[in-house]
Structure formats: C-alpha cells, structure tokens
T-cell receptor, first 112, second 114 residues
C-alpha cells in the first residue's frame, strides 16, 4: 500500500535553472509533509516541511507547495546548484502517528 | 557533536540466522525509530522506541524486535532471516515522540542475506 508516490525516479537540470520534484499521496489523514535529501553513504537529512494548514513554505532556495485538493506537493529549488545533486524523498505523516510514509525517491542531477 | 551512530555499517548473514543492529541517538534525543529501505524504495517504518518501550509499530512481522536502553541507545533484532530482509536499515532519533521534523538519521547498516 504505497500511500506516497514519487513517479519520477530521476531528474536532470542545468545549473542555475529551476528543479521541480513532485510527490502525490493518497491518505487524506496526512497532516505533515516533509522533504529529505540523501547523499550516497549517508542517511537522509531533513530539508523542508509543510503542514496541511499551509499551501507554501519557503526556505532560501527551497520552496514546498501543497495542493490538498489534488493531494499533491512539489519541491522547487531555485537556482539549482551541482551540490543539490542527491536523492530527494517526499514523506508524510498524520497527527500523533509516527509511522512516517516515504516515497521511493527522485534522483536529482544538476549539471554544471 | 556526534549525530546518530549505527553499527555495523555492513553485514552479511545466511538465511535462517539472527542479526542485531545497533544505534546510538544524537545527543539530547530520547526517541529512536527504525526504518527499512529496500533497493529502489523509500524507507519503511519498522517501529519506534521511547522510554524503553515500543510505542508504535509498522507493518513488520514479529521476527523484527527491538530494545531501548536507559542511555537511549537501541537495538534492532531480526530472527530467521529471509533473503527479502536484505536492505539498508536506518535508525532515526528525535527529541520526543511527536516530532517528525526533528528526525536525525544515521548512515544505516547495509544487511545482505545470502
């Protein structure tokens, strides 16, 4: 039962351009949505989050958008840098539920 | 300040054997969660420990068990290993149980079952 889906296994963009990573979910009980970034041989690191009461959250070059009616969220990275090359996981959880669900990840490659 | 430490980093076991993986949480964190990440998939929640008790469990069989010690470190035990148990096992720590934003992950233990 895959409740969080990242349908693009990979994405390649040019340095300086925008990277858009997408995520869809099926469980309407999800309240918190998070993006994690993972480099090879390292654990995932928390990047940015959004709660269900918001539709946008911005942190520097990273912005997450949430469309609750479409059960869709996206991560925008502007401008993209080569150091952003990593696997990005979308995750979601419901209030008072620690069973955080992850998508399968999208591998982002930013070319110089 | 050390983050989350997991040991060993790599492990090879034979089907039917038992394995123990270890995790030391980040300083100041008292809650430990374990995740299994199979190849090409995202991490899947196994269980969470707080105050030395299992607080919540994901959809994993009883072959998966755990323990948390008074110093907040934790162990994940898997009995009767299957080939399908081959995965990266991630430990995440946090300050409290209801704090998904505060998860700090370790680098994981790569388990291969042959």
């Amino acid at each position: 039962d895959q409740q969080v889906k990242q349908n693009s296994p990979s994405l390649s963009v040019q340095e300086g351009r925008i990277s858009i990573l997408n995520c869809d979910y099926t469980n309407s009980m999800f309240d918190y949505f998070l993006w994690y970034k993972k480099y090879p041989a390292e654990g995932p690191t928390f990047l940015i989050s959004i709660s269900s009461i918001k539709d946008k959250n911005e942190d520097g070059r990273f912005t997450v958008f949430l469309n609750k009616s479409a059960k869709h969220l996206s991560l925008h990275i502007v401008p993209s840098q080569p150091g952003d090359s990593a696997v990005y996981f979308c995750a979601a959880s419901a209030y008072n539920n620690n069973d955080m669900r992850f998508g399968a990840g999208t591998r982002l490659t930013v070319k110089p | 300040d050390a983050g989350v430490t997991q040991s060993p980093t790599h492990l090879i076991k034979t089907r039917g054997q038992q394995v123990t993986l270890r995790c030391s949480p980040k300083s100041g964190h008292d809650t430990v969660s374990w995740y299994q990440q199979a190849l090409g998939q995202g991490p899947q929640f196994i269980f969470q420990y707080y105050e030395e008790e299992e607080r919540q469990r994901g959809n994993f069989p009883d072959r998966f068990s755990g323990h948390q010690f008074p110093n907040y470190s934790s162990e994940l035990n898997v009995n009767a290993l299957w080939l399908g148990d081959s995965a990266l096992y991630l430990c995440a720590s946090s300050p409290g149980t209801d704090n998904p934003y505060g998860y700090t992950f370790g680098s994981g233990t790569r388990l291969t079952v042959v």
